[in-house]
């Protein structure tokens, strides 16, 4: 059985995604600048208490604060999370169209099954045990995947079903809604699911030294939060710092030196070989980068399979001169709404996979190879449509068809 150190199984909150704010370097959506319509300034120092997420979570009635643009981001995300604004019917007129991977679901499992137990049995069996973590925004969607991929091992490998433990990990911890608790009552038995977050600490208290496949789906990489960085006359990058007036509702930005883990996002992301002009400003994936340490340090043996759109140009593409000092078509980065004047919708961050690739092998030294592939690639190499028809008693040609057409990617082991 997997064997967490100093963690406590409960049944964890679900929280149900959408899809309506999007922070796209390479897209031409309709929308502002995040910094746009702000009173900008350039203080030395926070004239409030600088607070975290987690801290904002605690303390509702704070009425004066500052905030790194990654928590700001976060800390309204959660907000609509626990106000179940996710099913305003007035607020989803508005959303993009994001793929429903439900539709498919069972197809991206059982490709998943086939590729990780092919992994299983040349590297691990029979010494190991096959272990699999889901990290999950929305439990529900968790759930389901989870029990696809026992259900498909219970039947095409009995004698590595035997060693298999499945694990869900959230996110964030919210108190739980009268729909979870009601999930959590019909929960598989086979299926454990952990009491603390993988984020918003400063250390993930999950310890396992065994390997194990994590699965990281589409709802958990378009939620993790980035941050805005800016070159400044000095030239030398700094950070974007939210100020906020509650009883005023006025929001001020300013550009500041960088913190601990956007600096380290930062030194990882960011072109070396690039010129750059006063006032480029870039999103740098700060939380990505924070979890795949927390699996570095936890999970050392781990190997991680992540799914999510992928945007077609880097991050930092539309800021840029080229080397020969060119400028570059002047798009930047759009949001769907500006998260400063309207806070009813939540923030996502669409990430360029083949950096995410590059991040993923320099955080773990070389040591960890990774590849991208479209999804539809992907499941052409491991996907056997007529026995997942079988198993599951239905025609999936419908639902083959909208696989083919997805735009989702998939970060993987080589």
Not at 22 to 41: A, C, H, Q, Y
Not at 275 to 283: L, V
Not at 301 to 322: N, T
Not at 385 to 403: N, Q, V
């Amino acid at each position: 059985m997997l064997n967490f150190s100093t963690i406590s199984l409960r049944r964890t909150p679900f929280q149900r995604t959408a899809g309506p704010l999007v922070v796209d370097v390479s897209s031409k959506l309709l929308g502002r600048l995040p910094t746009e319509n702000l009173r900008m300034s350039f203080r030395c120092s926070h004239s409030y208490p600088l607070m975290t997420t987690q801290q904002l979570l605690e303390f509702k009635d704070a009425s004066l604060f500052s905030s790194t643009y990654r928590d700001f981001m976060e800390w309204n995300n959660l907000k609509i999370l626990q106000r179940g604004k996710f099913f305003d019917a007035n607020l989803q007129k508005y959303s993009l169209e994001w793929e429903n991977t439900q539709k498919y679901e069972p197809l991206i499992a059982h490709s998943l099954a086939r590729c990780m137990l092919v992994d299983h049995k040349l590297n691990s069996f029979p010494y190991f045990d096959f272990n699999i973590i889901i990290v999950y925004t929305e439990l529900e969607k968790a759930h389901r995947l989870a029990k696809l991929l026992l259900d498909y091992v219970e039947q095409v490998n009995p004698e590595q079903a035997l060693l298999q433990n499945c694990c869900l990990v959230p996110v964030y911890n919210l108190p739980a809604s009268k729909k979870e608790r009601k999930l959590e009552e019909n929960t598989d038995p086979r299926i454990s699911v952990i009491d603390q977050g993988i984020l918003l600490a400063e250390s993930w208290d999950c310890v396992l030294e065994d390997p194990v496949y994590v699965i990281l789906m589409d709802d958990v990489m378009k939620y993790l939060s980035c941050d805005l960085i800016r070159w400044n006359k000095d030239n030398v990058w700094e950070q974007m710092y939210v100020e906020v007036e509650t009883l005023k509702d006025r929001k001020t930005a300013t550009f500041r030196e960088m913190e601990y883990w956007c600096n380290i996002s930062h030194k990882l992301s960011t072109p070396l070989d690039l010129s750059y002009k006063h006032g480029s400003e870039m999103y740098v994936p700060t939380r990505f980068t924070q979890l795949l340490y927390h699996l570095k340090n936890s999970l050392p043996e781990h190997k991680l399979f992540a799914l999510g759109v992928s945007r077609v140009q880097p991050w930092y593409y539309d800021w840029l001169y080229s080397r020969e000092k060119r400028a570059m078509e002047n798009t930047r980065a759009y949001q769907v709404y500006d998260i400063f004047e309207k806070q009813e919708v939540e923030t996502i961050f669409i990430s360029d996979f083949k950096k995410l690739k590059d991040l993923y092998i320099s955080i773990n030294d070389g040591k960890k190879l990774v590849t991208t592939d479209s999804l539809s690639d992907f499941n052409e190499d491991w996907m056997d449509l007529a026995e997942t028809e079988e198993m599951l008693g239905k025609d999936l040609s419908r639902e083959y068809e909208l696989l083919q057409a997805s735009r989702l990617h998939i970060l993987r082991p080589v």
